[in-house]
């Protein structure tokens, strides 16, 4: 029996022994199944939100303060594929749409955009559109966003952090439909483009450019307006051929309620800012408008209306110093002309005794038969006076001799 017992012994041993190692490899591969099970669901996770009702409640949380409805049709979320987000629509209160996407995708991958998250990329929208409704106090997009555009009192935002997020926009084949609400007019702005490059971060180089076409059977128009800055310095040119001005009145009535605004308007304009050279910081600015009709309550009955009006300016300034070298307008009325340097350095500020110490030069003409015919109430003409003829010619300059700056005028 003893020797039974010896013989038994490695047995149970190996038995005894055998219990712990078999646990140890089941405890194993729970944790490997479990480690799959994550990896997978990791993977999985971008599909799970974009098909799943999370969708909808990261929308709705992310939109909470805006007045409106917020709905996508569809997103494609891949770790290593671009975002793709398709049939974006925007409805007001009343449930109008106010602005959709068909499509909007992002050039980098979810993965490449979490990994450097300084950097987002760039993103393409291709046809989205605006229906801007507007009204003498507001207008159906201010309505919508009026939560974000109320002041409130919080903490600022860490604009360090914020300037250091680069990104690249560029919308394709946009329309927009402008609506006057007091007046029942709409205009079609078509083919709207823009490019934002803000790679670097708000405080690194900064470009933008927008093209748009405005459809008109007699006489289309056109936009085109382009911006670059780069540590402090910058340059614009705006280019804009027979825009109707009628549809900038509701803006104008925000000023003065009640104007009416009708006519075109064409204009170039370059600026450039920023720059420390002699004539570096400088405005020029080119502006022809046609069938020009203005009305507001401070001119009361009297409408100002203008066949044509041309108007030139050149400024260059400095922080102490306005040079303004040539600015004209010509004009149905007349033709006005001024040049002359404005300091902005003087304690006092801008004065009238500062001004007449500085090289000015004036030149003016005005038709007094016109002028009566545009505003005879504003001009207080009694009933039943009439000027048929007249033109009032004013000349003023300023020059510097040994007694000083000597005005001389002619009238």
């Known amino acids: 029996m003893a020797g039974e017992d010896i013989m038994r012994q490695p047995h149970q041993a190996a038995a005894i022994g055998y219990q712990p190692v078999k646990r140890k490899k089941r405890r194993a591969w729970r944790i490997l199944a479990m480690l799959a099970m994550l990896a997978a669901l990791v993977w999985l996770l971008p599909g799970i939100v974009a098909h799943s009702p999370l969708l909808g409640w990261i929308v709705r949380k992310a939109t909470a303060d805006l ?37 909007l995708n992002s050039e980098r991958s ?13 993103f393409y929208v291709r046809g989205p559109k605006l229906s801007l409704v507007l009204r003498d106090d507001g207008s159906n997009v201010e309505d919508l966003l009026a939560k974000y555009l109320t002041p409130k009192e919080e903490e600022p935002p860490d604009e360090e952090s914020l300037a250091d997020i680069g990104f690249a926009l560029r919308i394709e084949d946009a329309g927009l439909l402008i609506t006057d609400e007091q007046s029942g007019r709409s205009w079609q702005v078509e083919k709207l483009s823009l490019e934002i490059d803000m790679s670097e971060g708000r405080w690194g180089a900064i470009s933008a450019k927008v093209s748009a076409e405005l459809p008109d059977a007699q006489r289309p128009g056109k936009l085109d307006c382009e911006a670059r800055m780069a540590s402090g310095v910058g340059e614009a040119t ?18 003065e309620p009640g104007t009416t605004l009708a006519g075109r308007l064409s204009t170039s304009v370059r600026a450039s800012w ?51 070298e040539k600015t004209t307008l010509d004009c149905d009325v007349g033709s006005f002309l001024f040049s002359g340097t404005i300091p902005l350095g003087d304690a006092d500020g801008i004065t009238f005794s500062s001004l007449i110490r500085r090289r000015q030069e004036f030149d003016g003409r005005l038709d007094l038969a016109r002028l009566a015919r545009l505003l005879p109430v504003t001009l207080r003409l009694r009933q039943g006076m009439r000027i048929d003829s007249g033109q009032v010619r004013l000349t003023a300059s300023s020059r510097p001799e040994a007694q000083g700056m000597v005005w001389h005028g002619q009238l």
């Open 67 to 103: 007045n409106g409805t917020v709905s996508i049709q569809s997103v494609s979320l891949g770790w290593f594929s671009p975002v793709t987000v398709s049939g974006v629509e925007v409805k007001d209160a009343e449930g109008k749409t106010v602005f959709s996407v068909p499509f």
């Open 110 to 122: 979810l993965a490449a955009i979490l990994r450097d998250s300084k950097n987002l990329g760039r």
């Open 274 to 324: 920023g720059n420390q050279t002699p004539g570096g910081n400088r405005l020029q600015a080119d502006l022809n408008m046609e069938s020009f009709s203005l009305t507001t309550p401070k001119l009361q009955t009297d409408q100002v209306t203008l066949d044509r009006a041309h108007g030139v300016c050149e400024v260059s300034w400095t922080p102490e110093l306005v040079e303004i």
């Open 238 to 255: 705006l280019s804009a051929a027979d825009v109707p001005l009628a549809m900038f009145r509701a803006l104008a009535a925000r000023f």
